[in-house]
T-cell receptor, first 112, second 116 residues
Framework: DAGITQSPRYKITETGRQVTLMCHQT?????MFWYRQDLGHGLRLIYY???????DKGEVPDGYVVSRSKTENFPLTLESATRSQTSVYFC???????????FGPGTRLLVL | AQSVSQHNHHVILSEAASLELGCNYS??????LFWYVQYPGQHLQLLLK??????LVKGIKGFEAEFIKSKFSFNLRKPSVQWSDTAEYFC??????????????FGTGTRLTIIP
């Protein structure tokens, strides 16, 4: 049971480059989420998706793009990375919006 | 929209001490409440959750939390901590029914350090 996986686990990039973080879940959960974790802010929701081809903004969506062509995948793209996007990114999924969310291992991103 | 406050940013305890981490939320309706734990270098794991029923909920690893509706609180407790409890603890709240964009909201976390 793979659960929820993220790749890459670590990424270093430069300002202005496009970066895509991958998230894959094997539970066929309808809902998937992207959070960023920063010191002093806890976890903040970037985007979420209720089903394939249905996405919506969270608390901090600026500078990010998501897609959900398949239920099991929910990639997060930084179109033009900025230093302020240096963070740890967590993907999560749940069967329904009101259910417990299960988190992936995280991707640590450094933007130079 | 709902919000969550965790007033203890960093708590340091000796092994075998009792633990209580505070969590207060603000929301006018019915909520679901969660405590997640993040061990060093690992992802978030669910410790316990409250949806309805007995306001005293028991989770994994000897943790429990009590929902006090009148105080809008969901404090996490453990009678005797271990060194392996060193981690960051996040309280989260979610409206029971979603009428808009209300989703899971996390507190800023409490770092717990246990001294052997």
């Amino acid at each position: 049971d793979a659960g929820i996986t993220q790749s890459p686990r670590y990424k270093i990039t430069e300002t202005g480059r496009q970066v895509t973080l991958m998230c894959h879940q094997t539970w066929s959960h309808s809902y998937m989420f992207w959070y960023r974790q920063d010191l002093g802010h806890g976890l903040r929701l970037i985007y979420y998706s209720a089903a394939a081809d249905i996405t919506d903004k969270g608390e901090v969506p600026d500078g990010y793009v998501v897609s959900r062509s398949k239920t099991e995948n929910f990639p997060l793209t930084l179109e033009s990375a900025t230093r302020s996007q240096t963070s740890v990114y967590f993907c999560a999924s749940s069967g329904r919006l009101e259910e417990t969310q299960y988190f992936g291992p995280g991707t640590r991103l450094l933007v130079l | 929209a709902q919000s969550v406050s965790q007033h203890n940013h960093h708590v340091i305890l000796s092994e075998a001490a009792s633990l209580e981490l505070g969590c207060n939320y603000s929301y006018g309706g019915t909520v679901n409440l969660f405590w997640y734990v993040q061990y060093p270098g690992q992802h978030l794991q669910l410790l316990l959750k409250y949806f309805s029923g007995d306001p005293l909920v028991k989770g994994i690893k000897g943790f429990e939390a009590e929902f006090i509706k009148s105080k809008f609180s969901f404090n996490l407790r453990k009678p005797s901590v271990q060194w392996s409890d060193t981690a960051e603890y996040f309280c989260a709240v979610k409206p029971e029914r979603n009428f808009g964009n209300e989703k899971l909201t996390f507190g800023t976390g409490t770092r717990l350090t246990i001294i052997p």
